[in-house]
């Protein structure tokens, strides 16, 4: 799951990135994401509108975090609630690993999954 995290980071930045553009007709780089925004994309958009549960609790999400935190790839600011982009190149590396993937033409549940990550991101920042 941990690299789906990085693809929902991923898309998240990409889809603020275009609100912002069209709300304010500039181009300005997102480089922190609330928790509650990530958590409300996996515990709310994700399970309740396109059925796809990807964590059972707050803390394998937390812990999935961690462990791109310690790869150096974002900080998870727990006091602050959260989360800053800090190698943005390899979270796109790895969505691009996900969304390029051959599974997504061999096994058809992995290419729902990434479909309804990306419908739940889009939803969640419209």
Do not use: W
Request: aromatic share 8%; charged share 40%.
């Amino acid at each position: 799951m941990l690299g789906f995290v990085a693809y929902i980071i991923s898309k998240f930045l990409i889809e603020m990135e275009r609100k912002i553009q069209e709300r304010e007709g500039s181009e300005r780089e997102v480089t922190e994401i609330l928790y509650g925004e990530l958590q409300r994309i996996v515990f709310e958009e994700l399970p309740r509108e396109q059925r796809l549960a990807l964590f059972d609790s707050e803390e394998e999400f937390k812990a999935a975090l961690k462990a791109l935190s310690e790869c150096g790839i974002i900080e998870y600011d727990e006091k602050r609630n959260v989360v800053k982009i800090r190698d943005r190149r390899a979270l796109e590396r790895i969505a691009k690993l996900i969304s390029g993937s051959p599974f997504r033409h061999e096994v058809k549940l992995y290419d729902e999954y990434v479909r309804r990550i990306d419908r739940a991101v889009e939803a969640t920042v419209k």
